[in-house]
């Protein structure tokens, strides 16, 4: 093995380590539809922290991320064909679960994120 393909085997377990401890900590910190509704109800802000286009039995869908101001996390599914429009998936979540326009943000670093991420796939 090179000293390369080691460092390499390193990182890798380094990173599957790190994904695992924080995945324990989102789970911890993972809220129900029903606790949602409450924040809803109570004019609580969420931001969109990540869109995942997840595809485990073939048909795909779209898994957004939400965070709360006292940093837990939400979960939700939205329509496949949103999948290229940021403000699309926003209004989408105002419309289906009624929450205002106003107290749903989508963080900085996804905007970052996404805007390279379609960047890099257009066509010359």
């Known amino acids: 093995m090179h000293l ?3 460092e390499q085997e390193i990182r890798k377990n380094l990173a ?3 994904w695992r401890g924080s995945k324990d900590r989102i789970m911890e910190n993972r809220i129900n ?3 949602f509704r409450k924040l809803i109800a109570s004019g609580s802000t969420f931001t969109i922290i990540s869109v995942i286009k997840d595809n485990p039995d073939g048909t795909g869908r ?7 101001p006292d940093r837990k996390y939400l979960s ?3 329509p496949l064909e949103l999948e290229k ?13 009624g929450v205002s326009q106003d107290t749903v943000t ?19």
């Open 16 to 18: 599957w380590e790190q």
């Open 76 to 78: 939700l599914e939205v």
């Open 85 to 97: 429009n940021l403000s699309a998936i926003k209004e989408w979540l105002c419309k289906n679960y």
């Open 106 to 124: 989508i963080s900085e670093s996804l905007k970052i994120a996404w805007r390279t991420e379609f960047i890099g796939r257009r066509e010359v």
């Open 62 to 68: 779209l898994r957004v991320k939400l965070a709360t």
């Open 4 to 6: 390369f393909d080691r």
């Open 33 to 35: 539809e029903d606790y």
